[in-house]
């Protein structure tokens, strides 16, 4: 079963200090710029809050228990299971909500944040994926 939340968060201190700084680096920066811009900045503020930090990690993809060729490139893993995408779109829409939750199932990875710069305000969602990688 897979649960979306766009609550800061709630009851998970992780996604709560990703999200906290993702809002620093929009408060800063504001809207407007690519997504390469809000990777950099994250990846100070994060490594400034000394939350710890992957960026572009190479991740395998399964396909019936044997690893693909090509592999996924996460923005960030945090913490080492939390898997965050970073987007500078005018809006999240169904498209990229299914490809994180693709990359969470052909990963393993249990918790993921979706990140969008792209708006006046920082939007943001939360998935939690409860079903595991079959390896």
């Known amino acids: 079963m897979t649960q979306i939340s766009s609550a800061l968060g709630k009851g998970d201190p992780r996604t709560y200090a990703i999200i906290g700084a993702a809002m620093e ?3 800063e920066l504001g809207q407007g710029f690519l997504e390469a811009v809000y990777q950099e900045a994250l990846a100070l503020e994060l490594s400034s ?3 710890p930090f992957a960026r572009e990690a190479t991740i395998p993809v399964y396909y019936k228990g044997q690893a693909l060729a090509v592999a996924y490139r996460a923005d960030f893993i945090c913490y080492g299971d939390v898997l965050v995408e970073l987007k500078a779109i005018k809006t999240l829409t169904d498209v990229e909500r299914a490809q994180l939750l693709h990359y969470l199932k052909a990963t393993g990875f249990e918790v ?3 990140v969008n710069f792209g708006t006046r305000s920082l939007t943001y969602e939360r ?3 409860s079903r595991s990688k079959s390896v």
């Open 25 to 27: 680096v929009h408060r």
């Open 49 to 51: 809050r000394e939350i």
């Open 112 to 114: 993921g944040l979706l």
């Open 127 to 129: 998935f939690a994926n």
